[in-house]
Nanobody
Framework: QVQLEESGGGLVQAGGSLRLSCVASGRTFSSYVMGWFRQGPGKEREFVATISRSGSSTYAVDSVKGRFTISRDNAKNTVYLQMNNLKPEDTAVYYC?????????????????WGQGTQVTVSS
């Protein structure tokens, strides 16, 4: 089992940047595909980005492509989400998640381990 803890959220003006971090403890971090999800006010939790076990392959949802970058450092057991040019519609609680499954892994039910979330608020 793996435990996940996010940090780095906060309040930022539109156009600003934040970097979220998620530190994992427990089983071997590099065994897990990692993902970021978010849940805005009154909305369902939605997929944002995923990264392969080695970090060589990433995928992000269209609404954040070109603005958000997912990366990982397996030596530090950490996955990151660099968020640039933030928009008010990016306001949400951001969650990191981990899975041992294989596949496209863009659905919330494909991830078995979750952090507690970190709030990101973007003001206009």
């Amino acid at each position: 089992q793996v435990q996940l803890e996010e940090s780095g959220g906060g309040l930022v003006q539109a156009g600003g940047s934040l970097r979220l971090s998620c530190v994992a403890s427990g089983r071997t971090f590099s065994s897990y595909v990692m993902g970021w999800f978010r849940q805005g006010p009154g909305k369902e939790r939605e997929f944002v980005a995923t990264i392969s076990r080695s970090g060589s392959s990433t995928y992000a949802v269209d609404s954040v492509k070109g603005r958000f970058t997912i990366s990982r450092d397996n030596a530090k057991n950490t996955v990151y989400l660099q968020m640039n040019n933030l928009k008010p519609e990016d306001t949400a609680v951001y969650y990191c998640a981990a899975t041992l499954r294989v596949g496209t892994l863009r659905g919330r039910y494909e991830y078995d381990y979750w952090g507690q979330g970190t709030q990101v608020t973007v003001s206009s």
